[in-house]
């Protein structure tokens, strides 16, 4: 991390500034550590990704001509995708959400994500990498990876959060 990143960090106290106090949803990325089930529904040509986790959709721009730089920010950023082979290539700018992680790690406005969504040949994983670039937080890309098991029993359910979840 960035020495201002390190600083900020240090000063975030989760007890008063906690980023989901009061049912308010995780931005990109930390949405997407949640552990509710999800699914990608097909709309049009673009991808809505519907996560259980506070009942976020994120909309997956698929062969869009629109600027990204053009678009509102918003904690979800705008996101466009492409296909390189069975992988969904994801690539998101334009997030105002203030935090990379639950525990405080700042982010800024000019964080780019990219993520690969990759099933495996026997279809029970999804598999999931994340690349975080932000040179007012980290000194280099910082990646993540891990897999979700699909589970054909499972549905995307409505979020029921209460204050203090």
Same mark, same amino acid.
């Given at each position: 991390?960035?020495?201002?990143?390190?600083?900020?960090?240090?000063?975030?106290?989760?007890?008063?500034?906690?980023? +989901? %106090?009061?049912?308010? /949803?995780?931005?990109?990325? &930390?949405?997407?550590? =949640?552990?509710?089930?999800? $699914?990608?529904?097909? @709309?049009?040509?673009?991808?809505?990704?519907?996560?259980?986790?506070?009942?976020?959709?994120?909309?997956?721009?698929?062969?869009?001509?629109?600027?990204?730089?053009?678009?509102?920010?918003?904690?979800?950023?705008?996101?466009?995708?492409?296909?390189?082979?069975?992988?969904?290539?994801?690539?998101? +700018? %334009?997030?105002?959400? /203030?935090?990379?992680?639950? &525990?405080?790690?700042? =982010?800024?406005?000019?964080? $780019?994500?990219?993520? @690969?969504?990759?099933?495996?040949?026997?279809?029970?994983?999804?598999?999931?990498?994340?690349?975080?670039?932000?040179?007012?937080?980290?000194?280099?890309?910082?990646?993540?990876?891990?897999?979700?098991?699909?589970?054909?029993?499972?549905?995307?359910?409505?979020?029921?959060?209460?204050?203090?979840?």
């Amino acid at each position: 991390m960035t020495d201002a990143a390190r600083a900020a960090l240090a000063a975030f106290d989760i007890a008063t500034e906690n980023p +989901t %106090r009061n049912c308010t /949803p995780k931005g990109m990325p &930390s949405i997407m550590e =949640q552990p509710y089930p999800m $699914e990608f529904i097909q @709309q049009s040509e673009d991808i809505a990704l519907h996560i259980e986790e506070y009942d976020v959709v994120r909309t997956i721009h698929m062969g869009t001509n629109a600027s990204a730089e053009e678009q509102p920010a918003s904690p979800w950023g705008y996101s466009t995708g492409t296909w390189d082979e069975d992988t969904l290539v994801v690539t998101t +700018t %334009r997030v105002d959400y /203030p935090y990379f992680n639950q &525990s405080g790690i700042p =982010q800024s406005e000019a964080v $780019e994500i990219v993520e @690969q969504f990759t099933p495996s040949s026997e279809g029970d994983r999804l598999y999931y990498k994340l690349t975080v670039t932000d040179p007012a937080t980290f000194t280099e890309p910082v990646e993540q990876e891990k897999y979700w098991l699909w589970r054909p029993e499972e549905t995307v359910k409505r979020f029921n959060c209460s204050a203090g979840d």
